[in-house]
C-alpha cells in the first residue's frame, strides 16, 4: 500500500458526486453495517507503510479515533478535513512521502466492532477508507475503552520503512475522551486481531512497546463526553507526558496532526506553521497556538546509533 498521490480534485468530485445523490461519506455505516469492514478487520493482519521510487522517504501516520458515544462525529469531521490536512503534509512540505492510516477504536467488552484498521495510503484511498469505518457509537459506559487493544496492534502488527531503514519512529494520534483499559486482555487480543499475547499485560507495557516505533499523542477534543476531564488528562499525561494534548475546538484535529508532524520532520517552527494556517484561512490558529505550546522543541526521535538496518520484521525495537 501507500502508492499514488493525493489528489484535491479527485476528492471534490467524489464530494459533490455523493451531495448530487444524497450518498453519505460513511455509507456503508450509514447503510446499516455492524460488521467490521473487511479492508479493515485486524484479524491476522500486518499493515505496512513501505518506501518505493514513487515515494522513497516514506513518514508513516495513523490516526486512530474513538467512535463510542459523543465521540462519534470525529471520523465526520476528518474527513471533511481531509483536503486541509493533506494540503499542508505535502503542498507545504511538513513531511517527505506521507503515508496516512486510518483506524477506528470501540471497546472489547461490548461492541460488536471494538477495532478496525485501514491501509497506510498516499492517495484518496484513505478516503475511501473512512468511508468505510462502522460509526458503531456503543461503548461500555464507563469512561473506559480498548485504546489498549489499538495501541497493541500498531505496537506489534505494523512494519515500517521509515523504523526498519532509517530508525525514525513514525507518528501516531489517538482521538478520544476516556481511559484505557488497566491491562490488554490476551483473551481480547486473541478474538480480535488473532495473534496475541500468553498473558495478559498492563498498560504501561503496552505504551512501552508503541511509543518504542511511534511518536505517540493523545488528543482530547471539546465536544466530547469528558472533555477536560482531569482524570482522563491525567491518565494519559502519566502514560505519555506532555503528548496528552487538549483541543479546545474539535474541528482544530487535523491541523494540530499536521503542525505536529510538521514540527516534529523540523520543517516548521510552531509560529511558521501557525502563519500557514492562517493564510489558509484557518479558524484554528488559537487552538493549534493553546495546544502545541505545552509540546518541546525536538520530539522526532531517532534510534540511537549505530542504527542496524532490519529486515522490516515488526517486533519492537527498545531505543
Known amino acids: 500500500m501507500g502508492s499514488g498521490i493525493w489528489s484535491t480534485d479527485v476528492y471534490d468530485a467524489a464530494d459533490r458526486y455523493r451531495r448530487k445523490t444524497g450518498r453519505s461519506a460513511f455509507s456503508y455505516s450509514d447503510s446499516g453495517a455492524r460488521t467490521v469492514h473487511p479492508a479493515l478487520d485486524p484479524r491476522g493482519a500486518t499493515r505496512e507503510s513501505r518506501d518505493s521510487a514513487e515515494h522513497p522517504q516514506s513518514t508513516p501516520i495513523a490516526v486512530l479515533f474513538d467512535v463510542t458515544g459523543s465521540m462519534g462525529h470525529v471520523p465526520r469531521v476528518l474527513q471533511s478535513k481531509l483536503p486541509q490536512l493533506l494540503g499542508l503534509l505535502q503542498r507545504q512540505g511538513y513531511a517527505r512521502d506521507p503515508q496516512v492510516m486510518f483506524g477506528a477504536i470501540g471497546d472489547a467488552t461490548c461492541d460488536r466492532v471494538p477495532l478496525q484498521i485501514g491501509q497506510f495510503e498516499s492517495d484518496n484511498r484513505m478516503d475511501d477508507d473512512l468511508g468505510r469505518i462502522v460509526l458503531e457509537g456503543g461503548g461500555g459506559g464507563q469512561m473506559m475503552e480498548s485504546y489498549e487493544l489499538a495501541l497493541h496492534f500498531m505496537a506489534r502488527h505494523t512494519v515500517t520503512d521509515s523504523w526498519a531503514k532509517r530508525g525514525r519512529r513514525g507518528y501516531l494520534f489517538v482521538i478520544g475522551d476516556e481511559l484505557a483499559y488497566p491491562r490488554l486482555k490476551a483473551r481480547e487480543v486473541t478474538r480480535w486481531i488473532g495473534d496475541g499475547p500468553a498473558e495478559d499485560l498492563p498498560i504501561r507495557q503496552v505504551v512501552d512497546e508503541v511509543t518504542a516505533r511511534?511518536?505517540?499523542?493523545?488528543?482530547?477534543?471539546?465536544?466530547?463526553?469528558?472533555?477536560?476531564?482531569?482524570?482522563?488528562?491525567?491518565?494519559?499525561?502519566?502514560?505519555?507526558?506532555?503528548?496528552?494534548?487538549?483541543?479546545?475546538?474539535?474541528?482544530?484535529?487535523?491541523?494540530?496532526?499536521?503542525?505536529?508532524?510538521?514540527?516534529?520532520?523540523?520543517?516548521?517552527?510552531?509560529?511558521?506553521?501557525?502563519?500557514?494556517?492562517?493564510?489558509?484561512?484557518?479558524?484554528?490558529?488559537?487552538?493549534?497556538?493553546?495546544?502545541?505550546?505545552?509540546?518541546?522543541?525536538?520530539?522526532?526521535?531517532?534510534?540511537?546509533?549505530?542504527?542496524?538496518?532490519?529486515d522490516g520484521g515488526s517486533g519492537v525495537t527498545r531505543l
Open 214 to 310: 511511534w511518536d505517540t499523542y493523545y488528543l482530547l477534543p471539546a465536544g466530547s463526553h469528558y472533555a477536560g476531564n482531569r482524570k482522563v488528562l491525567d491518565f494519559w499525561r502519566g502514560l505519555l507526558g506532555q503528548n496528552a494534548v487538549e483541543l479546545d475546538d474539535l474541528d482544530a484535529v487535523c491541523e494540530t496532526i499536521a503542525l505536529t508532524v510538521g514540527l516534529g520532520e523540523q520543517a516548521i517552527d510552531l509560529d511558521a506553521g501557525l502563519d500557514d494556517l492562517a493564510r489558509a484561512g484557518s479558524t484554528a490558529t488559537r487552538t493549534v497556538s493553546r495546544a502545541l505550546a505545552r509540546l518541546g522543541g525536538d520530539r522526532r526521535a531517532v534510534a540511537a546509533l549505530p542504527f542496524t538496518p532490519t
